[in-house]
């Protein structure tokens, strides 16, 4: 009996219903790509299943309206109004709308949808059609594949063989030739690379497989195979079945049987073939692409020595199977960032390949840190390996894989989108608003979103998100990469209208100033982009808000259009605006302080008078009152703003009343129940420099009631309690003013700051340092610089007690270049008669392995410096060739005084540098310069000859000229170069000689410098 006469019952759940629709209309419209609209709960306009026909190209959309027969219902023409009227919002624009349901066919209905369709396409609308579940089962008999896969049970005879008849066809001349001999290809495990092909996106082998964390499911498939001989696995696209099914395989060749695996999942014939006397594993990779009955007939030749196992993608099929296991994404992440953590040195050796940026240095993320993000952000496998592995990294190569594909623009929407909702998914249809206008049909944008979600660079055709937000921002600051004039104006647009969509944020908005203004091309900046209308609607929303966090981020959208566009302040902030945010200020509710923090500032450093007309609109008793009453959540952002109003301390009547509202019982109240933890400590800190900026005596009782428990936590990590109190002594105390702008601290300023420390234990402090990680080694050389500041002999114990070989240990192959933190770190440490012996021999030793040495170490270690020379390696001199003469000067001084002929040697790499300092516009470059020639003078005469005839006389001229109009040490430096290019025949000599006759004085040397 023929399928369509049988009493078939329609599926009884919505979810069978609309699978069942998917894989029939992906038949009938000759489209395999199409797909769900959405997700379950997404507003979805009317359309559950979208696609487009072949051939034509039409958008074509379904609605699948699941009703009980049980009860005889039906569908009525108003929910059917109800699902067209939907669908006209849905984008791009549908050609036709099918509308499929389980119920009955009704004549009366029927009728009604013609004449509406007629009456639609007459209006150039979308046609509508109306399947009933009579139409349905006709349509599922004439489609074979549908049929198979969700009622298999009622094929007839004479399908199967119509089915062998097909396969039994001769072909000719034209088609396909015929499989190979042996389709199974043998497997090998025993090559295996490291994480690296995976960080990259390359296709997996069997023996990548190994190295990646085993995943759950591959136990399960084991387990599955040893019952029944066969098992499918089945996951969405990039969940990580080939490796799953990899490692599965790989346990049973451990067992001593063979591995194969089908080279084409396409074959109409294919039989598991084996070794008789070695059992076999099969594997079926992309299983989904055989026909049914091929994939039945193998897993009917399943024995006890021969085991299948077929992966399948979800996408392509989306209905089940029975015994299947389902290999979930997400909890696949978990495992691989479980089993990475697991071996973080393996782990870190392959991240570190893919993206340098990774390590223990000072400026390094943290593998930890990477590992953490990826495994919180990647909905799949393949995102996680992006993420780990700083795929925006190779921007470059994506940039110059979507320009040959022509989807640069496509994926700048979807960037634009990224980044303005903050990091929310995005429809096709929301992408189709921002390419609108830039002459791409909605079949186009279509097509270049499926070229997208396959190079895994968006995350999947219902999420066209980057696979990172990193991504998005780095793609959009290379957007115009590649592209003309045209095309750059369309990305303008599509920046212009994301800031206007509905799905944009205001914190987004504020993302995507900053990310453009970051870009090297000039027409990504805001200035060319931002137009007077977009800026509008952003003030409109900014002042608009209502919430603190919502005000946030107003403020911080605020600071950035103010640095964007170029435009005035008072342009952008008018008299209703001041009252506005005088208001915002008066009423300030954590978290708005680090807006109000970041406004201000901005404003202030542009037009402070604005920013005092601000500050002083507001209640300074309200301001004051909000200050009064901190708790430790929202102490750093009421610091934040409490220290910018400072900015405006002049008016002095507004800061007199503020001062006066202060309350200070509250505030050491809670200041003396304060929790204990660095991340507090810190927030505390913020909040008691901040106060002290207004009331300094405040600002001391504050800090008396917190002592006790500073001293503590110095006691148990003076690095991490160093850092965390950085406010309090540079800024309120000054005793740590590296930049000396504070000015010389106060007896009672220093006395406090010792008070705080009379906890510390120097051994404590040693072991801390030596334990060191690279990451460390710049807050511990700022910690002994401050100790040395403030109490030389806790300074001098601690260096006594650090464990030089400790520290030699963790710097490891850093040895042979040493980073800027090891370069710190050594120098810190040498400090002073008991350790600078110690630190020689430590250099001395290690010379041999160093191919780099830094300048400040060759000037504490001159014998490691010739050590390197020796073995034809390089003193970085050019490093210090800018600041840092004097550095310069001395190493080469020793080393002439040592062995003269190395000098030339070890200062020919740093040529272009010298000469480059030697003219440079900045004029304290030229401070520490007149050491440098003196001693080049007497150590290497001729290469100053050299070095002073590369300069170009005009250059040198105009800035020496500044120098020495200037005076001191800049002036100094300059009269040296002056008097050393008195005695050459070029002619930087009459520059020189025009210099001394116009600055007679500044242009002698003072002094012999050495």
Aim: glycine content about 6%; aromatic content about 6%; hydrophobic content about 45%.
């Amino acid at each position: 009996m023929e399928f369509e006469q049988k009493q078939i019952s329609p599926p009884s759940s919505w979810e069978h219903f609309e699978s069942l629709c998917l894989a029939l209309f992906q038949e009938i419209w000759s489209d395999p790509t199409a797909q769900r609209n959405g997700r379950k709960g997404q507003r979805q306009n009317g359309v559950d299943i979208f696609g487009v026909r072949g051939g034509s190209g039409e958008q074509l959309g379904a609605q699948c309206k699941l009703k009980t027969l049980l009860n005889d219902s039906q569908l009525t023409f108003d929910e059917a109004l109800a699902e067209i009227r939907q669908a006209e919002a849905f984008r791009p624009r549908l050609a036709e709308l099918l509308i499929a349901t389980t119920a009955r066919r009704d004549a009366t209905l029927q009728e009604k949808i013609r004449l509406l369709s007629e009456e639609r396409s007459a209006r150039g609308g979308f046609r509508v059609k109306l399947l009933a579940w009579d139409d349905l089962v006709s349509l599922i008999a004439s489609q074979r594949v549908v049929l198979e896969r969700f009622y298999p049970e009622h094929r007839t005879d004479t399908q199967a063989l119509l089915t062998r008849l097909a396969d039994l066809k001769p072909r000719n001349a034209t088609e396909p030739a015929s499989a190979p001999s042996n389709p199974w290809l043998p497997l090998h495990f025993e090559e295996g690379r490291d994480l690296g092909p995976a960080l990259l996106g390359r296709d997996l082998g069997p023996g990548d497989a190994l190295v990646c964390p085993r995943l759950v499911e591959a136990d399960a498939l084991v387990s599955e195979l040893r019952r029944s001989f066969s098992v499918r696995l089945m996951g969405v696209s990039g969940a990580g079945k080939s490796v799953c099914a990899f490692q599965a395989a790989h346990t049973f060749w451990q067992e001593g049987w063979s591995v194969v695996q089908l080279q084409d999942a396409t074959l109409d014939s294919v039989s598991l073939n084996a070794d008789p006397a070695k059992p076999t594993v099969f594997l079926v990779d992309g299983g989904h692409r055989m026909g049914s009955h091929v994939l039945n007939g193998l897993e009917h030749q399943t024995s006890r020595t021969k085991y299948l196992v077929s992966t399948h993608t979800l996408e392509a099929n989306p209905s089940t199977h029975r015994g299947a296991v389902m290999l979930d994404a997400q909890r696949a992440v978990r495992t691989i960032a479980a089993g990475l953590r697991a071996d973080k040195r393996a782990t870190l050796s392959a991240v570190k390949r893919a993206d340098d940026h990774i390590g223990d240095g000072y400026l390094d993320e943290e593998l930890d840190r990477r590992i953490a993000a990826a495994e919180h952000s990647a909905l799949y496998p393949w995102q996680f390996c992006f993420i780990l592995g700083g795929g925006w990294r190779r921007t470059a190569m994506i940039v110059d894989a979507c320009r040959t594909q022509g989807t640069s623009l496509v994926l700048a929407a979807i960037a634009a989108l990224q980044l303005v909702s903050r990091d929310a998914a995005a429809a096709l249809s929301d992408v189709g608003e921002l390419i609108a206008g830039c002459d791409l049909a909605d079949q186009e944008v279509e097509a270049r979103v499926r070229w997208l979600v396959s190079e895994r660079i968006v995350i999947s055709h219902s999420d066209l998100r980057c696979a990172h937000q990193r991504l998005a921002a780095a793609f959009l600051r290379r957007a115009f990469d590649g592209l003309d004039s045209g095309a750059r104006a369309n990305v303008q647009r599509i920046l212009r209208k994301a800031m206007s969509s509905p799905h944009s944020t205001l914190a987004g908005c504020r993302d995507l100033l900053q990310e453009t203004g970051f870009s090297e091309w000039v027409g990504l900046h805001p200035d060319h982009w931002l137009d007077e209308q977009t800026s509008a609607g952003l003030l409109a929303r900014c002042f608009c808000t209502t919430s603190a966090e919502d005000r946030m981020f107003a403020c911080l959208l605020l600071a950035a259009l103010g640095g964007a566009s170029g435009v005035p302040w008072r342009n952008l902030i008018d008299a209703a605006g001041v009252r506005l945010l005088a208001t915002w200020i008066s009423t300030a509710k954590h978290p708005l302080g680090h807006g109000l923090y970041r406004l201000i500032n901005n404003v202030w450093n542009d037009d402070e008078q604005l920013a005092c007309e601000i500050v002083t609109a507001s209640d300074p008793l309200s301001v004051a009152h909000i200050a009064s009453n901190i708790d430790v959540d929202s102490a750093y952002s009421v610091a934040q703003m409490v220290d910018r109003i400072a900015l405006t301390r002049d008016h002095e009547p507004w800061h007199r009343a503020f001062r006066g509202g202060l309350d200070w019982s509250p505030i050491l109240k809670i200041v003396s129940t304060w929790p204990e933890g660095s991340d507090n400590l810190f927030f505390l800190s913020k909040y008691c420099s901040a106060i002290g900026m207004h009331d300094r005596e405040l600002g001391f009782s504050i800090l008396e009631v917190a002592t006790p428990q500073i001293q503590k936590a110095f006691a148990e990590d003076a690095v991490d309690t160093f850092q965390a109190i950085d406010d309090i002594v540079s800024y309120f105390l000054g005793t740590w003013d590296i930049l000396g702008v504070r000015g010389k601290p106060s007896p009672r300023e220093i006395a406090a700051t010792r008070k705080l420390l009379r906890l510390v234990q120097p051994g404590r402090v040693a072991e801390q340092l030596s334990a060191s990680s690279v990451r460390d080694f710049e807050p511990g050389p700022r910690l002994l610089g401050f100790l040395s500041e403030v109490s030389s002999r806790l300074a001098t114990e601690v260096r006594r007690k650090v464990d030089l070989e400790r520290v030699s240990s963790t710097i490891g192959e850093r040895w042979a270049k040493p980073t800027h933190e090891v370069k710190v770190f050594i120098s810190v440490l040498s400090q002073g008669k008991h350790v600078i012996k110690r630190v020689v021999a430590l250099l001395e030793a290690k010379a041999k392995n160093i191919k780099i040495l830094p300048a400040r170490l060759a000037a504490i270690a001159p014998g490691a410096a010739i050590t390197v020379l020796q073995q034809g390696n390089t003193i970085a001199l050019g490093e210090c060739m800018v600041l840092e003469w004097r550095v310069v000067a001395y190493v080469v001084h020793v080393i002439h005084a040592r062995r003269p002929d190395l000098v030339a040697p070890m200062l020919r790499p740093h040529i272009s540098k010298a000469v480059e300092g030697m003219q440079s516009h900045q004029i304290n470059t030229y401070e520490g310069m007149a050491e440098f020639v003196s001693v080049m003078k007497e150590a290497a005469p001729a290469l100053l000859d050299d070095l002073l005839r590369t300069l170009v006389p005009g250059t040198a001229e105009r800035h020496w000229t500044e120098c020495l109009k200037s005076g001191g040490r800049a002036a100094q430096g300059a009269a040296c170069l002056v008097e050393a290019s008195l005695a050459l025949q070029t002619p930087l000599r009459d520059v020189a000689a025009r210099l001394r006759k116009r600055f007679p004085s500044n242009s002698q040397p003072k002094k012999r410098f050495v």
